[in-house]
């Protein structure tokens, strides 16, 4: 083990003397109750607090406040056992509760895992009046992909567990897509298109961020007409859920994706072919500059505002990775989708995604940039950026994408957050209006989540050291010098990779198409380790060192899983190549030495999964299989579920587009059944080459995978088994040193 500086000292007076200054208001204000206007009722965010600490929640005063021009604040006073929060919407009344309970309770409640358990009886008094003002007014969250890689299939108990953490942590703008499928269905039946073309046309649920993003349609459908309008009435209740709480719901908008023979059926309007989207055909686009794109738009709004009732901001990109405009002038399309929106809803925001090229200057220079905002999922992953000068003074959040496709890798650029995000928003001339959370997929990396939102509460550089040693406290309850060493450990290797050219860390090569010469598995992912792998084996081992009384805590057994889960995956990075130079030298005891550990590997790691439920395949297939009605309802959306995680999409998509394992994830059941099967089948085969002399079998690999998809078979659904046993002989069975990779180059996505 290697010894550490005497950090925690220095580290808490740093988060002492930060935690009691008083932010500066921010700038303009977020969505709530106009300022100066009437207070609010409370009433849902007390229903939230009964749901989040049902012990306590009758010791916390929620008091309404109206909202300044200056923006967003709570408050946080009272005494043991009566504690008193004032904010100025219901949403930001529970970022104030949070607030409490990170920095007086000393608690956790994070996305996911919780140390609550630990609270007292009677809560703690404040030490004081704490008051904190939002530094941006946009605080927005959830990436196009949320659905897919999140969960199509979610039920309403989990997107309001969501919503909840959400407005916890201080959102106040969220990207709904659910149910956006019945508006599409809904329009086009206006413009010459038969119920059952529709069907088809949309894809399954999981597959459907990518259509409305125009880059493909139809795979794992028919949708049935039964799933549409279960999709529509979930996705109301998840918008006026967030209307409850003060948070604006940003909407799909129209942008001109138009099904197929849409120029046949409806005269006058022109379309442009969009090419193919990494194999997958894409649906044309209807120029925004005619009139009947003019009359698709007014029907789209109008069938979404009858759905699910008006917003302020509307979210949609234009020629989004790789559109084609044909000859259509980008400008006038742009002035064009803007005068739809304005017509339908005036004074809306056009919400676009600052991602590649997107949005073009073209876009920007057409409209009234003070109705546009971008969020920018690249503001941690290069260096050199000057925004305001890329986006002609247009209003963005700093915005971050530290997981693709759901992967289940820890660690973020987190360092780069806490210079960047301050730097940035009080530069001069600074067009930073917001930040916005951008995981494709949620619910990992819960000190990520954690540390991003709170930016926005903050008007001055986080101090990384003394952050992450005030979380470290408060994770688990209690302060553990264990648990405080382990988390210093995971700042200075996971949570503080570089910016430069990627915003995600490596994946598991178990995960990986197998291949001697595999550096990732998805496409698109890391080809290395971004940081000392050392760091997360050894704060492994003081995890397991962790007072036993702080074992108990949801936090802890979630934590102790996931370090041991990534410390094993950074473990095929060392050991694949150990196999490949045995195979390579024709070394068939070393060969057979090293295949023996990669699956025993894969057996030991699908066995520590299967101790956390947020590690299972069970629960995300089961999920799928109740929006079912009949058994071909059910075996469909089982289909779209299991695809999604392994040959995403079709055999084109899937080889030649580079789509295969980009949602791959280390979950017990898809590890054992699906990776486990296809590296067993691989090593098999070059076992047998090195016995015969001859080349390896030839393996149809999509056609292997596909098969899979096409299953039934069922998982387990809870968990089982011991989680510090079972990480204890991870750490037993990692090599004392793993070596370092080089770092990692190309592009990602």
Request: net charge neutral; hydrophobic share 40%.
């Amino acid at each position: 083990m290697r010894s550490l500086r005497p950090w925690a000292a220095v580290c808490a007076a740093v988060a002492f003397a930060l935690l009691t200054t008083t932010l500066t208001p921010a700038s303009s204000p977020a969505a709530a109750s106009p300022p100066g206007g009437p207070a609010f009722s409370p009433h849902s965010a007390r229903a939230a607090l009964a749901r989040l600490l049902p012990r306590h929640a009758s010791q916390i005063t929620l008091v309404p406040a109206r909202r300044p021009a200056s923006g967003d604040w709570f408050g946080v006073s009272g005494r043991a056992g009566h504690v008193r929060v004032t904010g100025t919407s219901p949403a930001v009344l529970l970022s104030g509760v949070n607030w409490y309970l990170k920095y007086t309770a000393k608690v956790d409640l994070g996305w996911p895992g919780r140390s609550t358990a630990k609270l007292p009886r009677t809560l703690p008094a404040p030490d004081g009046t704490v008051r904190r003002h939002a530094s941006v007014p946009h605080r927005f969250a959830l990436n196009d992909t949320d659905d897919g890689y999140s969960g199509a299939y979610r039920d309403w108990a989990s997107y309001e567990r969501q919503i909840d953490l959400l407005a916890l942590h201080g959102v106040n703008e969220v990207f709904v897509q659910m149910g956006a499928d019945a508006v599409y269905y809904e329009t086009f039946r206006e413009f010459g298109y038969s119920k059952k073309e529709l069907r088809a046309w949309i894809p399954g649920p999981a597959h459907q961020p990518w259509w409305l993003m125009q880059n493909m349609s139809g795979f794992a459908g028919p949708v049935s007409e039964r799933l549409i309008e279960d999709r529509a009435a979930l996705g109301r209740r998840i918008a006026n859920r967030l209307r409850e709480l003060g948070m604006t719901p940003v909407l799909p908008g129209y942008y001109g994706t138009v099904p197929p023979g849409f120029t046949e059926r409806n005269p006058g309007g022109t379309v442009v072919s969009q090419g193919e989207w990494v194999g997958f055909d894409r649906p044309d686009w209807l120029d925004p500059r005619t009139g009947v794109f003019s009359r698709v738009a007014a029907a789209f709004y109008r069938h979404q505002r009858e759905l699910f009732g008006d917003s302020e901001m509307y979210k949609m990109d234009l020629l989004h990775e790789g559109g084609r405009p044909g000859d259509v002038p980008v400008g006038d399309a742009a002035r064009a989708v803007m005068n739809a929106l304005q017509t339908a809803h005036p004074g809306a925001v056009w919400t676009l995604i600052g991602w590649q090229n997107n949005p073009s200057p073209q876009i920007i220079d057409a409209v009234d940039k003070s109705r546009l905002l971008i969020v920018d999922g690249l503001s941690d992953r290069y260096d050199g950026l000057d925004r305001e000068t890329t986006w002609h003074g247009a209003p963005y959040a700093f915005g971050t994408i530290p997981n693709f496709g759901g992967h289940t890798t820890v660690g973020a650029n987190t360092a780069v957050w806490a210079e960047r995000f301050d730097r940035w928003r009080t530069k001069p001339g600074s067009a930073l209006a917001g930040i916005a959370y951008l995981p494709e997929g949620t619910g990992g990396n819960p000190v990520a989540y954690e540390l991003f939102t709170e930016l926005a509460w903050r008007s001055a550089p986080v101090d990384h050291c003394a952050w992450f040693a005030a979380y470290a406290e408060r994770r688990y309850g209690r302060p553990d010098p264990h648990a405080a060493r382990a988390w210093e450990l995971l700042r200075t290797g996971p949570y503080s990779m570089p910016s430069g050219k990627w915003s995600e860390a490596q994946d598991s090569l178990f995960t990986a198409r197998p291949g001697l010469t595999a550096t990732s598995a998805a496409s698109w992912s890391p080809g290395a380790m971004r940081y000392d792998p050392d760091t997360v084996r050894e704060a492994l081992a003081e995890l397991l060192q962790v007072a036993p009384a702080l074992r108990t805590t949801d936090a802890y057994r979630f934590d102790l899983v996931d370090v041991a889960r990534q410390a094993l995956a950074n473990r095929s990075r060392s050991l694949l190549p150990e196999i490949k130079a045995a195979y390579d030298a024709g070394d068939l005891p070393g060969f057979r030495a090293g295949a023996a550990e990669w699956k025993s590997d894969l057996a030991l790691l699908d066995r520590l999964l299967a101790t956390d439920t947020r590690f299972l395949l069970g629960p995300w297939l089961q999920d799928a299989r109740s929006w079912g009605r009949t058994a071909a309802e059910k075996d469909a959306a089982e289909f779209d579920a299991r695809s999604i995680l392994t040959t995403w999409g079709h055999r084109s998509g899937s080889d030649s587009g580079g789509l295969r394992d980009y949602a791959n994830r280390e979950w017990s059941g898809l590890v054992s059944d699906f990776y486990a099967m296809r590296w067993t089948t691989y090593l098999d085969s070059l076992d047998t080459a090195l016995v015969t002399g001859r080349p390896p079998a030839a393996v149809d690999w999509f056609a292997l995978e596909n098969a899979w998809n096409q299953r039934h078979d069922r998982y387990p659904v809870e968990a089982s088994g011991d989680p510090v046993a079972t990480a204890a002989e991870v750490l037993e069975a990692l090599p004392t040193t793993v070596p370092s990779a080089p770092a990692a180059s190309g592009r990602a996505r």
